[in-house]
C-alpha cells in the first residue's frame, strides 16, 4: 500500500464495520458489512466505489459521516485522525464531510420548504439569518435551478430538482469532500447526465473531493478518477479509472463491465456471472467470490486473498492473477 | 443547463400524498374536501355550536340552572313535561332541563378539552423522548406506560377518585392521567420511524443539534397524529367524565353534568322519560360530532392510520 | 422459539409486578391518611390505629411494599369494613363467576354483530346496507353503554315485558341476554368497521383477483382467504376485550343488578371503601396483562409470519 501523502485528503485504514446480531438466547453472531477496507482519495478527485448490494459501500459512506460508528479501523481527514469523535468536535467535523442521498424524495423534509431546508444547513455554518435569504438564492443558482424554487416544498419538484436541492445543502457548509451514495439511481437517465455534468462543474470549481457510489458502471465510468470494486465488504480491485475499465483484472470486475451495454460490444463474449451475491452473515470460506468464479482454484476455497499491487500498479485481491503475475514476472527475470 | 419555466414547476406533483400543513394550498384544499364531505360539516357546525354554547352559557340559557322553580313540579311534585314554558322540562327539583344541558355542555366541553390537552402534553412528551433516545429510558418509560394501560381505564379513573376525592379538578387529572398512555404509546411509534428517514439522517449529517432536530424535523411530523388523537380524546374523556358523573364521583353537586342527569333520570324513566333521553341524546352526539370530525380529520391529514385500531 | 416465550413471560411478570407496585403507590401512598382509608369513615381513632399498626404505617415505605407483597401473595387482598369484615378475596370470588358469563356474553355478541356486518358491508360497498351498518357503528361507537342499558330496559323489559329488568336468575342465560348486548355492542361496532376496511383491502388485493380468475367459487374465497385476514387483528382485540370485561364492567353490571365484580367496586365507591377498589382494580389489571399474555401466544399460532419472526 502507497504511504498516504500530504496531499491525501481522505484516508481510510483498514475499516471494519460489523453488525452484532442476536439469535434469541443462541449466541450472538457478527455480519462483517465492511471486512479490512482501505482507500484514499486526493484533493479535487473522485474515486468511486463500485458494486452490488450487500457489498458493503452504503456502510462505508455511512461510516465516514459517523452515522456508523466504525468496528475498528481509522478514518483520516486532510491529515487528522477523525474516526470516534464526540460532542462538539463531531459537529464541526460533520461539516466538512457532506452526503447526498439516493432517494430524492425522503432525503428532504417533505414538511419543509426548500428555502428552510438550505437554511438549516446555513445556520449550522452559523450565517447570520438577514444574510440566509441572498446565500439560498445564491445556492440554487449554483445548481441551475430558478430562485422560485425557495418558497417551494419538496413534493411540488421532480426528482431532479429534489437531487440538485440536496446538492445545494451539501455545498451550503462549505465541505471538503461530498459523499454521492447512488446519488443518481433514482433518476431518469437524460437527468442523469445534467446531474453528472453539474456535480463535475461544482468539482472544478470548488476543488471539493468526491466519494461516488454506484452500481452503475457507465456512470463511474464517467465521474471517477479511481475506481474500487468492492465485494462483500471486501475491495477486490483498485486503480484508475482508466486502468480498471481498459484493463480489469479480477475476475468480479470483469464480469459486471462485460454486463454494461455498450455500442462497440456487438459479438463480443459476455462473461455470464451465474448465481447471486452471499449473505454477508456468512460468506464463504477463502475468497467470497469462489462460489461464481469461472476462474476459481483450491487455494481460492481456502485462503482469502489480499490487496496486493500489481505490475500495472493497479491493486486487486485474486490468487488467480496474483499467480499469473508470479508467472510473468518469473518469465521476464528467466 | 436546462432550467424549468415556472409553469413546469406548478404542473408537477400535485401530490396525491398526505397534504403539507403549511403548503401554500393547503387551507384551499382541506376547505374544498370539507364541503364535499356534508357529515364532516355537520360535526364541525355541532362542535362549533357546543362551544357557542360552552362559552356563552349564561346568555343562552333561558333559565338558572340551579334554580328550583316552584311551578317546575306538578301538584304531586312530579317532574313537569316540556312545554311552551320549560323547553325540555324540569328533573325532580323542579330545574329547567335545558338550561341544565347548556351548563352541562360547559363542564363536558372544558372538562373535555382541559383533561385531552393536558394527556396530550405528557403523552407526546413522554413517547417522543423515549422513541428518540431509545435504550434503557424507552425501555423504562414503556414498561411504566404498559402498566398503567393494564388497567381498563374506567375503573383506574374510578380508583384515583376515591382516593383523591371527587371534584372537577380531580376529574380532569384523573382522565389525562388514563389517557396519556395511548398517546405515549403511539407517538414512540412514529418517532421510531420517523428517525430513521433519511431527511432526520441528512439533518444529523449536517451537524444538526438533536434538540433541534426534535423541534424542526420530528415535532411537525407529529402534529397531525395529535391532532386526531387529540380530537378522539376529547370524545373519549367526555365519555368518562359523564360516567363517572353518572357514578355520582365526577363533577359535585349541584353543578350540571349530563352524566349526573341521565343517573337521576335514571330513576324516574317510568314518570318522566324525557329526563333520561335528552341529556342521553345531547352526550351521544356530541361524542359522535367528535368521532366523526376525528375520522374526516385522519383522512385529510394522516390516511395511512385509518386502518389501525385506534 | 422458547426463547421468546421464556422472555414474554418474564415480561408478563414485570408488568403484574409493576401494577402491584403502582396500586400499593394510590392506596398507601397517595392518600393523606391511608390507615382511615382502609378502616372506613365509621371507623373509631382507636379502630384507625389499630389498623395503622397492622398495616404497619409507622413502620418505612419498604417494609410496607414487602408486607403488602407478602399479603397478596397469600391471597390476602384485605378485609372490606363495608360489608362487616368479610374479606376482599372472598367476595370477589364469589362475584367472578357472573362477571365471566357476562364478558363472554359480550364477546359472543361483538363476534356474532360485528363480523358478519363488517363483511356484509365490504361486499356491498356503498350500498344501504353499508351505509346502514355504517350508522349504526357509529351510534354504537358513542352511545355511552349506560344509556344504551337504561333505554334498552325502559323498552324491553319495562314497556314489554320481553326480558328481565335487573338481576340474576333461573336460567342465566336469559338474564343476561340485555347485559351481555349492552356490553358488546360498542365492541361489535368498532369491529364492523375495522373489518370492513380490512376486508375491502384484501378483496382488492391482487390475489384474490386471481383466485376470481381462477374460477374459485366466491364462498371458498370468502372462507379460505377474505377471513383468515380479516380476522388476525380481530382476534387478538377480542383477547383485550375479554381481558377487559372480566375486569368487572361496573357500570352496566350495577345498571343490571348483577353481583359480579364490577358491582363490587361499584358499591364500595359510595362507601369510599379502599381495600375493595383496590382490590378488584388489582385483580382487573391482572387480567388484562394476563390475557394479554395469551393474545401474544395465540398470535404466534395463528400468524405464520410471526411464527417465524419469533422462531429467529
Known amino acids: 500500500m502507497t504511504s498516504p501523502t500530504s496531499t491525501t485528503l481522505v484516508d481510510v485504514r483498514d475499516l471494519n464495520v460489523y453488525f452484532r446480531v442476536r439469535r434469541g438466547l443462541a449466541a450472538s453472531r457478527s455480519i462483517k458489512a465492511v471486512d479490512g477496507v482501505s482507500f484514499e482519495l486526493s484533493p479535487g478527485q473522485t474515486l468511486g466505489i463500485a458494486g452490488e448490494s450487500g457489498s458493503g459501500k452504503s456502510t462505508v459512506a455511512r461510516t465516514l459521516v459517523q452515522i456508523i460508528r466504525p468496528t475498528a479501523g481509522t478514518i483520516s481527514l486532510d491529515g487528522e485522525v477523525v474516526t470516534n469523535l464526540k460532542g462538539s468536535r463531531l459537529r464541526q467535523y460533520r461539516r466538512r464531510m457532506q452526503m447526498v442521498y439516493q432517494d430524492p424524495y425522503d432525503s428532504l423534509d417533505p414538511r419543509m420548504m426548500i428555502r428552510e431546508a438550505i437554511g438549516e444547513a446555513l445556520a449550522v455554518r452559523g450565517l447570520a439569518k438577514s444574510q440566509h435569504k441572498d446565500e439560498v438564492h445564491q445556492l440554487l443558482h449554483r445548481v441551475n435551478l430558478p430562485a422560485s424554487v425557495a418558497t417551494r416544498y419538496p413534493g411540488q419538484l421532480s426528482g431532479g430538482q429534489r437531487q440538485r436541492v440536496s446538492i445545494a445543502r451539501a455545498l451550503a457548509v462549505k465541505p471538503e469532500v461530498i459523499i454521492c451514495d447512488e446519488a443518481v439511481a433514482a433518476l431518469d437517465v437524460s437527468i442523469r447526465a445534467q446531474v453528472l455534468n453539474l456535480l463535475k462543474d461544482i468539482q472544478r470549481d470548488t476543488g471539493v473531493g468526491y466519494l461516488f457510489i454506484s452500481h452503475d458502471l457507465s456512470t463511474l465510468r464517467f465521474m471517477a478518477d479511481h475506481v474500487a470494486v468492492m465485494y462483500v465488504g471486501r475491495i477486490v480491485e483498485y486503480g484508475t479509472s482508466d486502468e480498471v475499465f481498459a484493463n480489469p483484472l479480477h475476475p468480479y470486475t470483469r464480469a459486471l463491465i462485460s454486463a454494461v451495454p455498450s455500442v462497440t460490444s456487438r459479438g463480443q463474449l459476455r462473461l455470464k456471472l451465474s448465481g447471486e451475491p452471499p449473505d454477508p452473515g456468512n460468506p464463504p470460506s477463502g475468497c467470497p467470490f469462489n462460489p461464481r468464479c469461472p476462474e476459481a482454484i483450491d487455494e481460492c476455497r481456502r485462503e482469502r486473498p489480499e490487496l496486493l499491487m500489481t505490475s500495472s500498479g493497479q491493486r486487486v485481491a485474486c490468487h488467480v492473477v496474483s499467480a499469473r503475475q508470479h508467472r510473468e514476472s518469473a518469465k521476464e527475470s528467466a | 443547463m436546462i432550467n424549468l419555466p415556472e409553469s413546469e414547476l406548478n404542473a408537477a406533483f400535485v401530490g396525491s400524498e398526505p397534504m403539507v400543513l403549511g403548503e401554500p394550498n393547503f387551507w384551499r384544499r382541506a376547505g374544498r374536501s370539507l364541503l364535499h364531505d356534508p357529515i364532516a360539516v355537520c360535526s364541525f357546525a355541532f362542535i362549533a355550536l357546543l362551544a357557542v354554547a360552552a362559552v356563552f352559557a349564561p346568555l343562552i340559557a333561558p333559565f338558572n340552572p340551579l334554580h328550583e322553580f316552584s311551578n317546575g313540579l306538578s301538584f304531586q311534585g312530579a317532574p313537569v313535561a316540556p312545554n311552551g314554558h320549560f323547553l325540555l322540562g324540569t328533573d325532580a327539583s323542579g330545574r329547567d332541563v335545558l338550561s341544565r344541558l347548556i351548563y352541562g355542555a360547559r363542564v363536558s366541553l372544558m372538562v373535555g378539552v382541559v383533561a385531552t390537552g393536558l394527556a396530550s402534553l405528557i403523552g407526546v412528551v413522554i413517547g417522543t423522548v423515549s422513541g428518540y433516545v431509545g435504550g434503557v429510558t424507552e425501555s423504562i418509560l414503556m414498561r411504566f406506560t404498559d402498566m398503567v394501560l393494564s388497567f381498563p381505564i374506567l375503573l383506574f379513573c374510578v380508583a384515583l377518585i376515591a382516593v383523591t376525592g371527587p371534584s372537577t379538578r380531580n376529574v380532569v387529572l384523573v382522565i389525562a392521567f388514563a389517557y396519556w398512555t395511548y398517546l405515549a404509546r403511539v407517538v414512540r411509534g412514529q418517532v421510531l420511524s420517523l428517525k430513521e428517514r433519511e431527511f432526520v439522517t441528512a439533518a444529523r449529517t449536517l451537524g444538526v443539534g438533536h434538540l433541534k432536530i426534535i423541534r424542526k424535523h420530528i415535532m411537525p411530523h407529529l402534529l397531525p397524529t395529535i391532532i386526531v388523537y387529540g380530537t378522539l380524546g376529547v370524545a373519549t374523556s367526555i365519555l368518562i367524565e359523564a360516567s363517572l358523573s353518572f357514578l355520582g364521583i365526577g363533577v359535585p353537586l349541584p353543578q350540571a353534568s349530563w352524566g349526573e342527569m341521565i343517573s337521576e333520570g335514571q330513576q324516574y324513566f317510568q314518570v318522566a322519560p324525557w329526563l333520561l333521553i335528552a341529556p342521553g341524546v345531547v352526550l351521544i352526539l356530541t361524542v359522535l360530532a367528535f368521532n366523526l370530525a376525528g375520522d374526516w380529520l385522519t383522512d385529510l391529514l394522516d390516511p395511512a392510520s385509518r386502518d389501525m385500531g385506534r | ?312
Open chain 3, 1 to 312: 422459539m422458547t426463547g421468546w416465550l421464556v422472555r414474554r413471560t418474564l415480561q408478563m411478570l414485570l408488568v403484574v409486578f409493576g401494577v402491584v407496585t403502582l396500586a400499593f403507590v394510590f392506596a398507601y401512598i397517595v392518600p393523606a391518611n391511608p390507615a382511615r382509608m382502609v378502616a372506613g369513615p365509621q371507623a373509631s381513632p382507636a379502630a384507625v390505629a389499630s389498623i395503622a399498626r397492622q398495616l404497619g404505617l409507622d413502620r418505612s415505605v419498604w417494609s410496607q411494599y414487602l408486607s403488602f407483597i407478602g399479603r397478596l401473595l397469600h391471597g390476602n387482598l384485605g378485609v372490606s369494613f363495608a360489608l362487616e369484615g368479610r374479606t376482599v378475596a372472598s367476595e370477589i370470588r364469589g362475584a367472578l363467576p357472573y362477571t365471566a358469563v357476562l364478558a363472554v356474553g359480550g364477546i359472543i355478541w361483538e363476534i356474532v354483530i360485528g363480523i358478519p356486518a363488517g363483511i356484509i358491508a365490504a361486499y356491498r360497498p356503498k350500498s344501504f346496507i353499508d351505509r346502514f351498518a355504517t350508522i349504526g357503528a357509529l351510534c354504537g361507537l358513542s352511545a355511552p353503554p349506560f344509556w344504551l342499558g337504561l333505554m334498552l330496559i325502559y323498552f324491553l323489559a319495562y314497556k314489554v315485558s320481553l326480558f328481565p329488568i335487573n338481576g340474576v336468575g333461573h336460567p342465566l342465560i336469559w338474564y343476561m341476554i340485555l347485559p351481555s348486548f349492552t356490553l358488546g355492542i360498542g365492541g361489535a361496532a368498532f369491529y364492523s368497521r375495522m373489518v370492513r376496511t380490512t376486508v375491502l383491502q384484501v378483496l382488492s388485493s391482487p390475489f384474490v383477483e386471481f383466485a376470481r380468475l381462477k374460477g374459485m367459487p366466491e364462498r371458498t374465497i370468502l372462507f379460505r382467504h377474505v377471513m383468515r385476514h380479516a380476522l388476525t387483528p380481530v382476534i387478538t382485540m377480542l383477547g383485550m376485550d375479554l381481558g377487559y370485561f372480566l375486569g368487572g364492567v361496573l357500570i352496566i353490571e350495577s345498571i343490571f343488578g348483577i353481583p359480579g365484580v364490577g358491582q363490587l367496586a361499584y358499591n364500595s365507591i359510595s362507601t369510599l371503601d379502599v381495600p375493595m377498589i383496590t382490590g378488584t382494580v388489582l385483580v382487573a389489571a391482572v387480567f388484562m396483562v394476563v390475557m394479554s399474555f395469551v393474545v401474544d401466544v395465540t398470535y404466534t399460532f395463528i400468524d405464520p409470519r410471526v411464527r417465524l419472526k419469533r422462531a429467529k
